[in-house]
């Protein structure tokens, strides 16, 4: 026989429950049960207060009830990782680290402000140290240094044990370094001015006689050409340095669209990346990717992070401080002048310029046209871009063309590079500003110093390589002292934590 409960009893049950879901609200949750009443409009809100809840999204700790990791993994999806099909440790659902699942906030990679303080200055949305490198596809990890591919035969050696290992860990993942956020919005603006250009040169070209040739030339930087063959037709084989070269076929729109962000140079705008950011790291998925009402990753939740939300999040990235450059001694003069004559500059370009000041936001983004579906602009002037004298743009000194180059065998990955057609050697130039402060260097931090750091170019920046370890010490000198000038901002954020 079964025995009623009394109802007092199931009411305290049920307050007991409220209040022990009370107190686990943290996260995302806890940011949405505090900002409830008064939540801004993306559009029309107080930019400091959209600010303090975007840097608020990065840097708090997402948890299960947000949907953080993905559902259970499930062999019979295939080997499609995102989103959410990923193998977790000991299938816990939270954590493997390699190929995501790497983190609860994005500020536990983008943590560094300066590491030439000491102790370093830690703070919100600067760079990462080796530990924080995101592990990306890999299928091999020789760590144990004990696979057959690479092994040696040493003479000498026990012949029952004719093979040793070569001491070389192989991998064929790719392994990034997190830079910096600073200055985002200057890189966003230029990027999306130079993609206006270019599709603009793409009608041009599509409307020319057959032969015509039109050079993609925008803000300084060259892309190769365009031949027209008639018939609206264009032959795209001699662009260089734009997107998504990856992609086995993409219009030729798709092709023209500049692409500064991750190392690789993947990603039109922050947040074009942060979508990505959100599903590998935390198997959080965006509504605006999967669907609205849509437990796309199969862990019980949906809408794990809404469009407003990640319009927060966006306009945190575009109003982060822009690095700075300390005053340039003689020594410091001479080097930047170095910098320039033996052919750095050639892809650091010092100062870049914009057309306009306003940043224009948009949702749903359209990579091809960054005018279409905007709901805000930011004014770049206010968050610490110098006007330029009697035009409408600013100056964005970050030391770099927006363009991907091919940087020689010795700087390449190791990816399986047929997997998805990704040339290895290939990387977007390293914005230098705030370099003083940014160790360790290069995609995945593989140099130390910065004379490593110029050491290892080869390919297209042979030349400015070989002339730079052509100069006397002295010159060396003045060089790196001149890069050692060029600093990260010093207290980034800091009046948006209360
Ligand atoms: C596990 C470490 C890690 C976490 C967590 C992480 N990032 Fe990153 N971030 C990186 C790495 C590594 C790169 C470079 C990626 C590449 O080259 O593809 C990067 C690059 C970026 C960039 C591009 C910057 C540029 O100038 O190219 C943005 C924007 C960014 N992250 C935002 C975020 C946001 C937002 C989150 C949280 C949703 C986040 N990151 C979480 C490691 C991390
Ligand atoms: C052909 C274009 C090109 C030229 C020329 C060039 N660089 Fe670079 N540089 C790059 C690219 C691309 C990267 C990023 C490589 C990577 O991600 O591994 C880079 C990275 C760097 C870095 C590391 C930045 C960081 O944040 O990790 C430094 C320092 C640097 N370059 C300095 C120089 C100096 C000094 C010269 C002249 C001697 C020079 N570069 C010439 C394209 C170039």
């Given at each position: 026989m079964r025995r009623a409960v009394p109802v007092a009893v199931l009411a305290l049950v049920a307050m007991l429950a409220a209040a022990a879901a009370m107190a686990e609200t943290s996260g995302l949750q806890l940011i949405r049960s505090k900002s409830h009443s008064g939540t801004p409009s993306p559009a029309t809100g107080r930019l400091d207060d959209i600010r303090r809840l975007g840097m608020l999204i990065f840097s708090t700790p997402f948890t299960k009830a947000d949907g953080h990791g993905d559902g259970p993994f499930d062999p019979a999806k295939g080997p499609n990782f995102l989103p959410g099909n990923r193998p977790t440790l000991q299938g816990n659902g939270t954590v493997l680290r390699v190929n995501g699942l790497d983190a609860q906030s994005c500020n536990e990679c983008h943590t560094i402000v300066k590491n030439t303080t000491q102790p370093p200055t830690l703070g919100i949305a600067g760079v990462g140290g080796m530990v924080q490198d995101a592990i990306i596809m890999p299928s091999l990890i020789d760590v144990a240094d004990s696979f057959e591919t690479r092994m040696v035969y040493v003479p000498g050696h026990d012949p029952d044990l004719p093979m040793v290992t070569d001491g070389v860990a192989d991998f064929n993942g790719r392994l990034a370094n997190p830079p910096f956020l600073f200055g985002g919005g200057g890189i966003e603006m230029l990027a999306k001015e130079m993609t206006q250009d270019l599709q603009a040169l793409l009608v041009q070209a599509r409307n020319a006689p057959a032969g015509t040739v039109t050079s993609l030339d925008?803000?300084?930087?060259?892309?190769?050409?365009?031949?027209?063959?008639?018939?609206?037709?264009?032959?795209?084989?001699?662009?260089?340095?734009?997107?998504?070269?990856?992609?086995?076929?993409?219009s030729p729109e798709e092709a023209l669209v500049v692409r500064p962000f991750g190392r690789k140079g993947d990603n039109f705008s922050m947040r074009d990346f942060d979508r990505g950011a959100m599903q590998f790291h935390f198997g959080i998925q965006p509504v605006e990717v999967v669907g609205e009402n849509v437990d796309a990753d199969g862990d019980g939740v949906a809408n794990e992070v809404t469009v407003d939300e990640m319009s927060f999040l966006h306009i945190f990235d575009v109003t982060n401080p822009v690095p700075h450059v300390d005053s340039l001694d003689q020594s410091a003069l001479a080097g930047f002048q170095t910098f320039q004559s033996i052919g750095c500059a050639n892809c650091h370009h010092p100062v870049l310029k914009t057309r306009g000041h306003?940043?224009?936001?948009?949702?749903?983004?359209?990579?091809?046209?960054?005018?279409?579906?905007?709901?805000?602009?930011?004014?770049?002037?206010?968050?610490?871009?110098?006007?330029?004298?009697?035009?409408?743009?600013?100056?964005?000194?970050?030391?770099?063309?927006?363009?991907?180059?091919?940087?020689?065998?010795?700087?390449?990955?190791?990816?399986?590079?047929?997997?998805?057609?990704?040339?290895?050697?290939?990387?977007?130039?390293?914005?230098?500003?705030?370099?003083?402060?940014?160790?360790?260097?290069?995609?995945?931090?593989?140099?130390?110093?910065?004379?490593?750091?110029?050491?290892?170019?080869?390919?297209?920046?042979?030349?400015?390589?070989?002339?730079?370890?052509?100069?006397?010490?002295?010159?060396?000198?003045?060089?790196?002292?001149?890069?050692?000038?060029?600093?990260?901002?010093?207290?980034?954020?800091?009046?948006?934590?209360?």
């Amino acid at each position: 026989m079964r025995r009623a409960v009394p109802v007092a009893v199931l009411a305290l049950v049920a307050m007991l429950a409220a209040a022990a879901a009370m107190a686990e609200t943290s996260g995302l949750q806890l940011i949405r049960s505090k900002s409830h009443s008064g939540t801004p409009s993306p559009a029309t809100g107080r930019l400091d207060d959209i600010r303090r809840l975007g840097m608020l999204i990065f840097s708090t700790p997402f948890t299960k009830a947000d949907g953080h990791g993905d559902g259970p993994f499930d062999p019979a999806k295939g080997p499609n990782f995102l989103p959410g099909n990923r193998p977790t440790l000991q299938g816990n659902g939270t954590v493997l680290r390699v190929n995501g699942l790497d983190a609860q906030s994005c500020n536990e990679c983008h943590t560094i402000v300066k590491n030439t303080t000491q102790p370093p200055t830690l703070g919100i949305a600067g760079v990462g140290g080796m530990v924080q490198d995101a592990i990306i596809m890999p299928s091999l990890i020789d760590v144990a240094d004990s696979f057959e591919t690479r092994m040696v035969y040493v003479p000498g050696h026990d012949p029952d044990l004719p093979m040793v290992t070569d001491g070389v860990a192989d991998f064929n993942g790719r392994l990034a370094n997190p830079p910096f956020l600073f200055g985002g919005g200057g890189i966003e603006m230029l990027a999306k001015e130079m993609t206006q250009d270019l599709q603009a040169l793409l009608v041009q070209a599509r409307n020319a006689p057959a032969g015509t040739v039109t050079s993609l030339d925008t803000h300084g930087t060259n892309f190769g050409y365009l031949v027209s063959s008639g018939g609206g037709n264009v032959d795209m084989s001699h662009v260089q340095g734009t997107g998504p070269e990856h992609i086995a076929s993409v219009s030729p729109e798709e092709a023209l669209v500049v692409r500064p962000f991750g190392r690789k140079g993947d990603n039109f705008s922050m947040r074009d990346f942060d979508r990505g950011a959100m599903q590998f790291h935390f198997g959080i998925q965006p509504v605006e990717v999967v669907g609205e009402n849509v437990d796309a990753d199969g862990d019980g939740v949906a809408n794990e992070v809404t469009v407003d939300e990640m319009s927060f999040l966006h306009i945190f990235d575009v109003t982060n401080p822009v690095p700075h450059v300390d005053s340039l001694d003689q020594s410091a003069l001479a080097g930047f002048q170095t910098f320039q004559s033996i052919g750095c500059a050639n892809c650091h370009h010092p100062v870049l310029k914009t057309r306009g000041h306003l940043l224009p936001l948009a949702t749903p983004e359209v990579s091809t046209n960054p005018t279409a579906n905007v709901y805000r602009q930011i004014d770049l002037a206010k968050v610490g871009f110098p006007r330029v004298p009697g035009e409408d743009g600013v100056y964005v000194p970050c030391f770099a063309d927006l363009k991907r180059h091919d940087m020689g065998p010795r700087l390449a990955e190791s990816f399986e590079s047929d997997r998805r057609g990704l040339n290895n050697s290939v990387f977007t130039t390293a914005r230098l500003w705030g370099i003083a402060d940014t160790a360790p260097y290069l995609h995945d931090g593989r140099a130390t110093t910065l004379t490593e750091a110029i050491d290892f170019h080869g390919g297209e920046a042979q030349a400015a390589r070989d002339a730079f370890m052509a100069l006397s010490q002295a010159q060396q000198n003045n060089l790196l002292h001149f890069l050692g000038k060029l600093r990260t901002p010093d207290r980034p954020n800091q009046e948006l934590v209360k």
